[in-house]
């Protein structure tokens, strides 16, 4: 056995100390969703438009996280920031409320950079580590889209849009504002070309590296300075993420070389420490195909490309080069949990640094990779963050954001349970059942589908299972055919499939639970958003046995989608073939088809300023169901709101509806909420 490669493995119970609580405890409800203080949530001006803020210091040191909380008197999250020490101890308050987003620690440590708002345009600013000053170092034309440090500290390399000249400012504000449609830069919405530009920390002068018609998304800068690796794609259009290409560009005389040339979406570029190598993540290296995607490596001076293989299971988290380049660091889903590997390159070779039953997950390494930093959390546990040695696991617990938890609330108990499909096809899922429950009685059974398709359930913390275990239900998440996490054979397994062997997926799982003797087949009710709307309307339209339905953001017609939503992937994949030349094929799996046999009690979700399941598709389901007047329909219309994410009380009120629906429609309960804490 090589050493080099076998870290110390440890269990969930080293992760996790248990807590001994005396005292009656009290089911989890409505207010504790809001209640809930989140660990290291921070938005992002990424193309996910999501990160999470836990930082180590490059020195092993010092951990940075944010902690959010519901402020309901602004209608948001308010984000707070601290340090700690990466041994333990109390945490100190840095910076204001509205800190920032995009934080980063210097290479050697002496800044904690973050991005802001000025005048409306985010710019970078720098907390000067030792003296606690806070400096604005960026004063661009326009946002700064992303940004890395130079690894000697003495430049920011950034992306930022291409800017207006004044008389174009002044047209456009006047309201000059009409594009064409995909068109140059532009997408469904307005674009400007995206380039990259070079800050002097010292001078404070910039100066612009590249000048193409390009939309950059991505930049790691190599350890020398004199190069930086790009993710750029040749417009904004929607639906054409597998036009994204991985580039270099040489940072004296401005040379722009492409390094991919094909079909398949290239992202997270990282530079080897040696400056050979680049890692980066794709489904393929050909065309954009319906896999999990698989860890590459480029060799920059000959252009030969590995794929890694022993990568295989799931989405990969915080991708990291060990400083001998020769390994990559990472998190990985492999099934519900999480765990953080270490892949040897040569050997294509992965070996588990952890090995829990929860959702681990990599934040940040030390500069000499003997100390990280990462956030666990499981199916009763909200996330946390840890520090630990790499080569030997000793968890040391940083954060305790929701004590009152273990001392208050009696939480569901969860675990994971398989049964076999229509097709033979096993399936796992997500069981939940009230803390305490004794098996004696059958209880009412709420399905949740997730979005995606391929996204899954996991090992990790669910408001909405402790919400409804505490109202006395049991909750089952199903990871149907086209989840992510299990390779690609359950995720191809949806194509040219939609809406069949998922539905069976659902059913055999909701028969396994009533088997089992926990569901009541008289008290069956379900709840999705996004794919988990478009299936959860597939599912009542094709069976009666649920009591009551939750639909948030699906699409139910998808010949009217093509083009308002984001549907490529029905395209591409799951169809395999366009709408206008197999209409009736379209028609077939679109849920609106059958909407004359929904006799469920339906409550439908929708944000009227949804760019991937467009809002119409709602109005479309509901009009039907309304006028067709076979069963109770209620659609709750979300005024400004985009696909997922609801402020304070737009989340309250969704929750507060549809607890009202399904204890109505499933219980039999005039179901009032508390008042607001």
Known sequence: MNTKYFPIVCTALALVGATEVLGAKRPFNLDDITRQESVGGNFHMSPDGYEETVLLSPDG?????????????????????????????????????????????????????????????????????????????????????????????????????????????????????????????????????????KLDVDAGAESQITAEKLILDELDVSPDGKRVALVARPDNRRNYPHTAELYVVDTSDKALTRLTENLAPESMPRWSPDGMKIAYYAPDDQTYKLTKGYLWVLNIDTGDTKKLESQNMGDVYTLTWSTDSESLFFSEQQHMNTNIFRLHIESDSMYPITNTDGFTKLMALSADQSRMVYSYSNFNSPVEVYSSPVSRLSPVRLTRTNEWMDSEIELAESTVIRWKSKDGLEIEGMLAVPGGYDGKKRIPLLVLIHGGPPQQWANEFYREVHLYAGLGYAILGANVRGSSGYGNNLIQALIGDVGGGEYEDIMSGVDHVIEMGIADPDRLALRGWSWGGVLGSWVITQTDRFKAASIGAGVMSWLSEMGPGFNWDLTEWYMENSHWKDPEAWRKVSSITYVENVTTPTLIFHGDEDWYSSYNQSLIFYTGLRDIGKAPVRFISFPGRGHEELDPWAQRARYVEEVRWMQKYVNGIDWQPPEKN
């Open 61 to 197: 040191k010092t951990v940075f996280f944010s902690l959010s909380a519901a402020d309901w008197d602004v209608n948001q999250r308010v984000w707070k920031y601290y340090t700690i020490s990466s041994s333990g101890g109390d945490a100190t308050r840095v910076l204001a409320v509205d800190g920032g987003q995009a934080f980063q620690y210097s290479p050697r440590g002496t800044y904690l950079s973050f991005v802001k708002p000025v005048d409306e345009r985010d710019q970078v600013f720098v907390l000067d580590v030792a003296t606690g000053d806070v400096a604005q170092i960026s004063n661009h034309a326009t946002d700064v889209f992303d940004y890395k440090w130079s690894a000697d500290e003495s430049a920011v390399y950034f992306i930022a849009d291409d800017s207006r000249t004044a008389e174009e400012q002044a047209r456009y504000e006047l309201g000059a504002d009409w594009f064409a449609v995909d068109d140059g830069s532009n997408g469904r919405i307005a674009a400007r070309w995206r380039n990259l530009w």
